[in-house]
């Protein structure tokens, strides 16, 4: 009787343990993965509830201890950060590179080998998604409305929110380095849905209540500083001359403030406090008063209106001086529905807030996830192009790349073959997601792919026949799936790399 092979399973035992946490990551996130994938409830240690079908949340709550699990998590933290969209693609896609990876190191091709043909299947694949990925005219393009429809899930309403606020935002900004139009999306709970043509900040002003009335013509400054008079130390306030430096000191603040309404300034926006005497006299000049602001939004704010930040020191500066820092808008005014300071008509950059509203917190919070995801695939398709969705390309990459390892010599043809092998699991999980036998639906559209010479074939999920996604609206963004794949490329490769596992000691 034949024995079992106990020194294979010992010379593999730290890389089958990795590969095995890495399968149990993906199987939380896989089952989202397409049209009727279903979501992930994550339950806190006080009983806190939080339901949702977006792949970044869901890694990122999860309490995660394996240290090559940590790993995933990062592809889709790297996805999130650089994208936006594609987390649940990028996790499938690396978890199926290692599955198929491991397959090739156990049956005796060497780990080296291995990881270098899956690194050049990496590549050939990316070269071929973009050669055959399809340019966007500009925001006005149609098929805009339906990639943000597929990363929006299937909600027509944040599609169309989105849709509006890219045309607002126009093509240029949408591809501007460091712009991010997923954080331009707001959410509220008990509100309706809404695009404003500027700037919703989440900051209370002092007074709030006389704000509600809407101000024209207004200038802006910005403040990284407290709006306070320079201070002395406690021990120099008991002299008679610290005294007397002290009543300056206010004096001069007062001649600051006063300043503020030489110059037409209606609103002031700080990251520190500001002092009593600051907010009397804001509130009796109707000048609207923010206070520790996030620097986020302070950045926007003048991004927006034009305004250059200022320290306290610059109010000292002439006026003519003191112009330079300041910003425009059209018009202020302090929504107490939303709790939100509207400004709108920057002369600045052009920006749009997407306001997203529902029902309760829990609900608000997904639709919000939702919206930036669509946001993040729109102006991701807008810098780099759209390819066919739900599978087909990444199924028809994997027909070139099988037809590239027939003319590859060594063992890395077997990292091609593994790379070529994961390159079928999007399309075949969205079909297990749906209920189909996926085999059987992956040789279908693969057998329609070649009768047609085609990469847009893929499957419909309503009644499992292969259909045409192109044609059917179902599209994602080139960048996104490009992305993905060499984030996934890259963690499948450090994984199966490891081939022993050892506790670090304490500094301590």
Known sequence: MKQ????????HAALLNNAAAIRAICSAVEGTLGPKGLDTMLVG???????TNDGATILEKMDVTHPAARMLVQVARSQQEQIGDGTTTATVLAGALVSEGVAQVTRGVPVAKVVQGIQEGVRFAAERMHARSRGVKGPDDPILYQIAYVAGR???DIAELVVEAARKLGGGRLSEDGFRFADLVSSHERRHNEVWPGLLLEQKPYQAHQFETEYAGCSVLVLYDALEPDKLEEEALVTESGFQTFMKLKERFAEHLRKLLALNIRLVATDRSADPEAEQFCSDHGIMLLQRTPKRELERLCEFTGAKPARRSALGKPEDELFSYIGRC???SYD?????????????????TVLVGASTREVVGERARIAKDAAAAVQAAI?????????????????????????????????????????????????????????????????AQLAEQSDCHGIDCDTGSVTDCLAAG????A???MHALRAAGEVAAAVLRIHTVIKMRSDE
């Open 383 to 447: 810098r780099g192009g759209y390819l066919p969705g739900g599978g087909s390309v990444e199924l028809a990459v994997a027909h070139e790349l099988e037809r590239y390892r027939e003319t590859a010599t060594g063992l890395e043809a077997f990292g091609l073959e593994a790379a070529a092998h994961a390159l079928r699991k999007p399309l075949a999980q969205i079909a297990l997601n749906a209920g189909f036998n996926p085999l059987e639906k992956v040789e279908a559209v693969k057998a």
């Open 154 to 156: 299937e909600q027509s």
């Open 330 to 332: 059209a018009a202020l």
């Open 45 to 51: 240690p006080s009983g806190d509830v939080l339901v």
């Open 336 to 352: 107490g529905r939303i709790r939100r300071v509207r400004v709108s008509g920057g002369a600045g950059k052009p920006t749009a």
């Open 479 to 481: 960048p996104v799936k």
């Open 4 to 11: 079992p092979n106990h020194e294979g399973e010992e010379r």
């Open 474 to 477: 179902v599209v994602d963004p």
